[in-house]
């Protein structure tokens, strides 16, 4: 586009000039055509020196705005940067016996070019259930929006911990329950809350150790009560796996061989460097996520007993880029940031 402006202005300039010529020959005669033209290209020169030294203040007050108008944060683009020299170029040519006029053109330029050109980082506080989903989705974001994530995993009791606290974050991935526990406190705003997925649970082992029988819930105590160490979280699915161990009467029998970690990327380290005869348990996500540092995914829990935990996204109150916030929420919903949650893992 701004190739064919150039082109445009540059042909105006040229026929400006021969018609000029022209208009200056037919009063004085052809003869004197070409000394006329010859006149009118060396004070058009002289004109352009002039608007040269006149634009020079000019030009530096419109550096320095643009530096002002670029929000904290912010990443310009070499086409951004190239786009506005090309915009000045065509403004010198337009506006070239009027600086004011193009200064003033620039100055309306900015916020144009500052809404659409600067790319915003999200800050993302997440369960670490969906970390493969989300790193999928990140490029999604680039690509649809322009922006980057920037995420930090806990469990949802520290998640719970580090919003009560007062910490600040663009958006939050967690259980509906603890959103809805924010929401009531005044740190989210309920309104912007999209579902991102649900991630069911499964049996881990370390590499090279034998798979237990998980076929059926029967199989499965029969594993537990012959395995030399149980391995699971404090977290959510850890809750879980207390109430389901003690439904099939085996709570109390499991707790001496039993260790338990705040998250699921401690329980994975555990397991991958374990001994023995050793049953680790974790969402499916985070065990596939561990995989190449040496862990096996058996399974998933028996049908009968699979435990589901579902995660919402939610804007922050103290968000301080709510639009770019909002237009990260809206690609969770769309095919493909769907299809990168589902195809790791997140249903």
Avoid: W
């Avoid at 790193?135 to 322009?146: H, I, L, S, W």
């Avoid at 649900?198 to 998980?214: E, L, M, Q």
């Amino acid at each position: 586009m701004f190739a064919r402006l150039g082109r445009v202005f540059d042909g105006r300039i040229l026929r400006c000039i021969r018609a000029r010529c022209r208009r200056r020959s037919d009063e004085k005669g052809s003869v004197h055509g070409d000394h006329v033209a010859g006149i009118a290209l060396r004070r058009g020169r002289q004109r352009h020196d002039a608007r040269r030294q006149r634009s020079r203040g000019l030009m530096q007050g419109r550096q320095s705005l643009s530096r002002v108008s670029q929000p904290a944060g912010a990443r310009g683009s070499a086409e951004t940067i190239g786009l506005v020299r090309e915009a000045q170029r065509l403004l010198r040519i337009e506006f070239g016996d009027n600086p004011m006029k193009r200064f003033l053109v620039t100055l309306l330029m900015i916020p144009a070019l500052s809404a659409t050109s600067f790319a915003a980082e999200i800050s993302i506080l997440s369960a670490g259930a969906v970390e493969t989903g989300l790193q999928a989705f990140a490029p999604v974001v680039k690509r649809e929006t322009g922006n980057d994530i920037k995420t930090q995993f806990n469990t949802t009791p520290q998640i719970a911990q580090r919003i009560a606290a007062g910490e600040a974050f663009d958006i939050v991935i967690a259980p509906p329950d603890a959103i809805a526990k924010a929401a009531k406190d005044g740190k989210v705003v309920a309104e912007t809350q999209v579902p991102v997925g649900r991630v069911g649970g499964g049996v881990v082992v370390r590499n090279g150790a034998s798979a237990p029988d998980i076929s059926s819930v029967d199989a499965l105590k029969r594993a537990l009560l012959a395995a030399d160490s149980v391995v699971y979280n404090t977290a959510s699915s850890g809750i879980y796996l207390d109430k389901l161990f003690e439904k099939m009467g085996i709570l109390e029998q499991l707790k001496p061989k039993t260790t338990r970690y705040p998250g699921g990327s401690e329980v994975m380290a555990h397991v991958s460097k374990g001994k023995g005869n050793e049953i680790g348990f974790g969402a499916i996500t985070e065990i596939k996520a561990y995989e190449p540092k040496g862990v096996r995914l058996v399974g998933p829990l028996p049908t009968d007993v699979q435990n589901y935990t579902s995660y919402d996204a939610v804007m922050m109150t103290g968000t301080t880029s709510p639009d770019a916030a909002k237009a990260v929420l809206k690609q969770i919903a769309t095919a493909a940031g769907k299809a990168a949650f589902t195809s790791n893992g997140v249903e």
